[in-house]
């Protein structure tokens, strides 16, 4: 990662007002805090163990995965696997992906996610009907934020 990269992480956090961003990858770590003291860590090491990529896939629901108890009839949360910004169309011109209501399948696409430039299709990973939109279309997410209720079917 080269200052270039690093200068456009943190226009994305004051773009997005996220206060905090962490990444380990390999041989390199980087830890971003906004606030009264601005702290920026910066190391490279080679006895740092790679750090797994989550998916959409992986938060589907809650932090574990799991539907809610009591036999899976309450409404679940998709959540976001990134940080970034939510959109509900693919474009500012097109229709939205879904609107409360709206039947899903696992590989239905439900909204984008853009992080540093880069448009992530997020997918409800379940069949169900959408039935709470949580999130302003254009708004910033946080990792784990809920942004959908689906009440599986």
Same mark, same amino acid.
């Given at each position: 990662?080269?200052?270039?990269?690093?200068?456009?992480?943190?226009?994305?956090?004051k773009k997005n007002s996220i206060s905090e961003f962490?990444?380990?990858?390999?041989?390199?770590?980087?830890?971003?805090?906004?606030?009264?003291?601005?702290?920026?860590?910066?190391?490279?090491?080679?006895?740092?163990?790679?750090?797994? !990529?989550?998916?959409?896939?992986?938060?589907?629901?809650?932090?574990?995965?799991?539907?809610?108890?009591?036999?899976?009839?309450?409404?679940?949360?998709?959540?976001?696997?990134?940080?970034?910004?939510?959109?509900?169309? &693919?474009?500012?011109?097109?229709?939205?992906?879904?609107?409360?209501?709206?039947? !899903? *399948?696992?590989?239905?696409? !439900?909204?984008?996610?853009?992080a540093m430039k880069v448009m992530n299709e997020i997918?409800?990973?379940?069949?169900?009907?959408?039935?709470?939109?949580?999130?302003? *279309?254009?708004? &910033? !997410?946080?990792?784990?934020?809920?942004?959908?209720?689906?009440?599986?079917?």
């Amino acid at each position: 990662m080269d200052l270039k990269d690093i200068k456009a992480i943190i226009d994305l956090m004051k773009k997005n007002s996220i206060s905090e961003f962490e990444l380990e990858k390999q041989d390199f770590k980087i830890k971003l805090k906004r606030g009264a003291a601005p702290i920026v860590q910066y190391e490279e090491t080679a006895a740092t163990p790679a750090i797994p !990529v989550i998916t959409a896939s992986q938060l589907p629901y809650n932090a574990t995965g799991a539907p809610p108890a009591g036999g899976g009839a309450a409404d679940m949360e998709i959540k976001s696997p990134m940080i970034g910004t939510f959109y509900r169309a &693919p474009s500012p011109e097109a229709g939205n992906y879904v609107e409360i209501g709206s039947e !899903v *399948n696992a590989d239905s696409v !439900v909204c984008i996610i853009e992080a540093m430039k880069v448009m992530n299709e997020i997918k409800a990973e379940v069949r169900g009907i959408i039935a709470e939109i949580l999130i302003d *279309n254009a708004k &910033p !997410v946080e990792f784990g934020q809920p942004i959908f209720k689906i009440r599986p079917i």
